[in-house]
């Protein structure tokens, strides 16, 4: 649970280390230059999503509740629009016009609907904890940035484009998900 929690506290830190600090992201940017510490990041990224993978898969899954028969069922419609809406945070068409945040919506509808498929402790430390660093994410990100001047809207056609990408997404890391488990189908 150790490595867990680390990788947690990283991610959670680091991402949010631009709106908690700018003068000091600033500096090392004035210091390092923008790419270096674009990579800087990434490479912390990568090293805390690795210690969570590692912490989830070797901590015992102790159940704290027990989630709902039709939760597993609900999460992959969740998971759907999550993957959309991960991906129309970058995307070019009307949806990112929608929401200020649809990338951080994505994360809190994925840690939703994995809290609805698995009530044990090890997933409610990592979903939960990640659902919660994007609801305080957007509140600071709304804080330092003020108000919202939305975007405008592009082509319908860039929607049509992220849904499918989102699709074969979706697709892929079920197929991951099914051979490495746990089976995003149940059973």
């Not at 003020?146 to 979706?170: E, H, M, N």
Request: hydrophobic share 55%.
């Amino acid at each position: 649970m150790t490595l867990l929690i680390i990788g947690l506290l990283t991610w959670s830190f680091f991402h949010m280390f631009k709106r908690l600090m700018p003068e000091a992201r600033a500096a090392l940017e004035t210091k390092s230059g923008a790419g270096p510490i674009k990579a800087s990041l990434a490479l912390i990224y990568v090293g805390a999503i690795m210690l969570m993978i590692i912490g989830y898969i070797g901590q015992d899954p102790n159940p704290l509740y027990t989630p709902p028969s039709w939760g597993v069922h609900l999460n992959n419609l969740l998971m759907l629009i999550s993957v959309f809406l991960l991906g129309a945070g970058s995307g070019k068409g009307r949806a990112p016009t929608l929401m200020r945040h649809p990338m951080l919506v994505g994360v809190i509808v994925w840690s939703v609907a994995h809290l609805l498929a698995n009530g044990d402790l090890r997933s409610t430390v990592l979903f939960g904890g990640l659902g919660i660093w994007a609801v305080l994410n957007m509140l600071l990100i709304n804080y330092r940035e003020g108000a919202w001047d939305r975007p405008a809207a592009g082509p319908w056609k860039a929607d049509v484009k992220t849904a499918v990408i989102s699709l074969v997404i979706f697709c892929v890391i079920a197929a991951i998900h099914y051979f490495i488990g746990p089976s995003p189908f149940g059973g």
